[in-house]
Antibody, heavy 116, light 110 residues
Framework: QVQLVQSGSELKKPGASVKVSCKASGYTFNTYGMNWVRQAPGQGLEWLGW????????TYAQGFTGRFVFSLDTSVSTAYLEISSLQTEDTAVYYC?????????WGQGTQVTVSA | QSALTQPPSASGSPGQSVTISCTGTSSDVGGHNYVSWYQQHPGKAPKLLIYEVTKRPSGVPDRFSGSKSGNTASLTVSGLQAEDEADYYCNSYAGNLIWVFGGGTKLTVL
């Protein structure tokens, strides 16, 4: 069965970096795009962008270029989201989601908390 | 890319039907048939309910249905049950490899 398993919660100080992983299983990794979505406390879902798991080409949503970087390690069927220069406003749950023209499977979410 | 517009809240009594709207533009909802709906219970990951406007994944009850007219998509929940109380989000393909979500609707079962 398809599963997306994300890395555990992170507590970081402002200015630090964090790397969230999303390990896929149960399907051929490079046949579906991988999207990243975040949800700030009490807020809605916000699309950050996606990465083509075949070519490795990323696409970033408006406002998420520069500090947000998507990457892959296809040898272990894992996608990564790295956020640099963390700000308190980056505190949120970050989800990965598989995409075949819809977001059909989601990871369990990774809580990233940015606090001094 | 602006978020799709959803009402912040909706409610209904058990057994009733409720419809949640999702309004976009001709660049997203109106221009593509890749509109999906997700259900999210507190502390849980979103779950796919409807994709490609009207299709239901295996395992989703047929009480959930989707439709679209022009730039507005809709999710109808029929025969409301207590477990339907959750947040609901729409999303749409917006062209140029871009996706957009709605702001979410909190559904309360009275």
């Amino acid at each position: 069965q398809v599963q997306l398993v994300q890395s555990g919660s992170e507590l970081k100080k402002p200015g630090a970096s964090v790397k969230v992983s999303c390990k896929a299983s149960g399907y051929t990794f490079n046949t579906y795009g991988m999207n990243w979505v975040r949800q700030a406390p009490g807020q809605g879902l916000e699309w950050l962008g996606w990465i083509n798991t075949d070519s490795g080409n990323p696409t970033y949503a408006q406002g998420f270029t520069g500090r947000f970087v998507f990457s892959l390690d296809t040898s272990v069927s894992t996608a990564y989201l790295e956020i640099s220069s963390l700000q308190t406003e980056d505190t949120a749950v970050y989800y990965c989601a598989r995409e075949p023209k819809t977001f059909d499977y989601w990871g369990q979410g990774t809580q990233v908390t940015v606090s001094a | 890319q602006s978020a799709l517009t959803q009402p912040p809240s909706a409610s209904g009594s058990p057994g009733q039907s409720v419809t949640i709207s999702c309004t976009g533009t001709s660049s997203d909802v109106g221009g593509h048939n890749y509109v999906s709906w997700y259900q999210q219970h507190p502390g849980k990951a979103p779950k796919l309910l409807i994709y490609e406007v009207t299709k239901r994944p295996s395992g989703v009850p047929d009480r959930f249905s989707g439709s679209k007219s022009g730039n507005t998509a809709s999710l109808t929940v029929s025969g409301l049950q207590a477990e339907d109380e959750a947040d609901y989000y729409c999303n749409s393909y917006a062209g140029n490899l871009i996706w957009v979500f709605g702001g979410g609707t909190k559904l309360t079962v009275l």
